[in-house]
Every structure is written in C-alpha cells, then in structure tokens.
C-alpha cells in the first residue's frame, strides 16, 4: 500500500517537474506543490508509524 502511495506521489511529481517553469511558478503551480508536499508528508508519517510497529514488535520478540 505505501508503495503504491509513493508511486502515485512520484508520478504526480514527475507530470508537474514537466510543466513549464511559468506553469509552476503562479499561484495554481504553487497550490499544485503544497498538495504535492503534504501527500509525500502523508506518505513519510505512514511510514515512519510502520517502521516504529515493527520495530516495537521486534524487539518483543526478542524478549521472548
């Protein structure tokens, strides 16, 4: 699931580093980014809560 989050974060990435610099840089090219920013954000936290769940199940096991 996060790798299909980060594929889609990614292609979107790409189509807007395609537009043209006057397309990226007015106010719809910024908004365009922010929304941009934050699902890649989105996108670290799920990861980071993973990493943490696994890590946390990891080491229970260990003390078994």
């Known amino acids: 699931m996060l790798k299909y989050l980060q594929e889609r974060v990614n292609k979107a990435t790409k189509a807007f580093d395609e537009k043209p610099e006057e397309a990226k840089n007015n106010a ?9 920013s934050g699902k ?11 990493a943490t769940k696994l ?7 260990e003390g078994k």
């Open 28 to 36: 719809d090219g910024a908004a365009q980014a922010d929304v941009l």
């Open 40 to 50: 890649q954000g989105r996108v670290q936290e799920l990861m980071r809560k993973l």
């Open 55 to 61: 890590n946390k199940e990891n080491h229970a096991e």
